[in-house]
């Protein structure tokens, strides 16, 4: 009996350059692409600062808006945004200076090629100092490339430095926030496990800082380098530095990386040196004086606050000079006034606090529970009544505060004070809060605002 034959042909699978990174025709590759990579770091960087420019206002306006607020984890991202693009920006602007510069030196090279210290006919002296210093134009225009391309790839590696101190950073704040702080966690946890990894956390964020401003010192000593590989292990994870760990080491393996790396460094504590000076005009008087009875300051006024684009103080009113038949007050939302309503009213406290980052999507809507909040922003507004008292020079007025909006759109709390009493001229709006310290009941200051009253 005659089997049929079955043939199999076996065809050769073929890897892809990017796979088979040790193909020569992908070597060639990256070679051809090294040599013309110039001409995309300027594309890049081109668009990028363009980009960041348009984009840089905006996050500084959130980041104060935020801070201004007291919205801390809203502050930390603009804050971190902000970082980013101010480091981008000046480092591909000195890119971006020092390739054009390098262009100009290829151009003159075209014309006039290497330099001729002969034709110079300077003094032996002259001539010997300058062939040794200055060399050769070529050797110049190989520096200024390599100067280019280093400070075109170290500058987005230093974002993802500025990211791994903030996710360190991170680390130690969800820790103590929600082991250490935690009322849900046993004690065996929260501080028998808790302690310890804090102490590890905190001496592994220090060694490795050490690590890294020694450049590698720890990894090469034997001994030291076998204690401090699962402190690198853990915090390579929390830095993200194993997305950009192929570029540290080819930075640190060449002498000439290394030695950028060290002088940038004075550069970014001159800019920020540079950036903190600015004018005084005056020994007693400066724009960022609170309002008080002696000083109007424009953030105290809405009118001001959409014509000048300031930020909101804690207590605005509508403007300096009154005409209207009423004062109308705004107080600015922070979470550190909802903190004060928990602490005189803890049983409007939420088992679950829901401040901070969430997401708009909703499973399930529940009619009892929204009536039931109703009722507790009811008792919510009653505990804000309770807390603040406005008065207008020594006038103490019970109006009631409810929620609002001012014309920027800002949450907060709002009332309206009646001007028939009032005399024309100058006034003061006097906004305190109780505070219970030791058992007694105190008044603190929240804010001042003058303002003259005009009526029409």
């Known amino acids: 009996m005659n089997m049929p034959k079955f043939r199999i042909n076996y065809q050769p ?50 980041m104060r808006e935020a801070q201004n607020t007291r919205q801390l984890s809203v502050s930390v991202i603009y804050t971190i945004g902000f970082i980013s693009c101010a480091i981008l920006i000046f480092n591909l602007m000195f890119h971006v ?64 430095y500025v990211l791994a101190i903030t996710f360190s950073i991170f680390t130690i704040v969800l820790l103590a926030t929600y082991v250490l702080d935690s009322d849900t966690l046993p004690g065996w946890i929260s501080k028998g496990i808790g302690i310890p990894v804090m102490v590890f956390i905190c001496f592994g964020m220090l060694i490795t800082f050490i690590d890294f401003i020694t450049l590698g010192f720890l990894k090469k000593k034997k001994w030291i380098s076998k204690i401090y590989f699962p402190i690198y292990w853990v915090f390579s994870f929390i830095t993200l530095s194993f997305l950009y760990r192929a570029l540290v080491y080819n930075f640190l393996d060449n002498k000439f990386g290394r030695r950028l790396s060290l002088i940038l460094v004075p550069f970014y504590i001159l800019a920020a040196i540079m950036t903190s000076f600015h004018y005084t005009k005056s020994n007693y008087i400066n724009s960022n004086l609170n309002s008080s009875s002696i000083m109007a300051n424009s953030s105290s006024y809405e009118n001001l606050l959409m014509e000048n684009k300031t930020f909101t103080d804690d207590v605005i009113i509508q403007s300096k000079v009154i005409t209207d038949p009423f004062v109308k007050v705004f107080m600015l939302y922070s979470e550190n006034i909802e903190d004060r309503v928990f602490y005189y009213n803890p049983s409007l406290e939420p088992d679950k606090d829901a401040r901070g980052l969430g997401t708009d999507i909703v499973i399930t809507s529940n009619f009892s529970s929204e009536t039931k909040i109703d009722s507790l922003r009811q008792e919510y507004l009653k505990t804000i009544n309770s807390i603040y008292t406005i008065k207008i020079d020594s006038t103490t007025y019970n109006n009631e505060l409810i929620f609002g909006q001012n014309l920027k759109k800002e949450l907060g709390f709002e009332t309206y004070i009646g001007t028939k ?33 005009y009526p029409n």
């Not at 062939?131 to 230093?158: Q, R, W």
Request: proline share 3%.
């Open 13 to 62: 699978i073929k890897l892809t350059m990017s796979q088979d990174y040790n193909n020569p025709a992908f070597k060639k590759l990256l070679q051809k692409l090294q040599e013309e990579s110039w001409q995309l770091e300027l594309l890049i960087s081109g668009f990028a600062i363009f980009g960041l420019f348009t984009a840089i206002e905006p996050i500084f306006d959130s």
């Open 97 to 160: 200076l020092l390739r054009g510069l390098w262009i100009g030196a290829l151009g003159l090279r075209y014309v006039s090629g290497d330099i001729d210290y002969d034709v110079l006919n300077y003094s032996p002296k002259f001539t010997k100092y300058l062939k040794k210093k200055v060399g050769s134009f070529d050797k110049y225009i190989g520096t200024l490339e390599n100067y280019c391309s280093i400070i075109f790839a170290i500058s987005f590696l230093l974002i993802f």
């Open 421 to 453: 009493e009032l005399r024309e001229g100058k006034h003061l709006l006097k906004v305190s809060r109780r505070s219970i310290v030791e058992g007694d009941t105190t008044y603190w200051r929240v804010a001042r605002i003058p303002f003259w009253y």
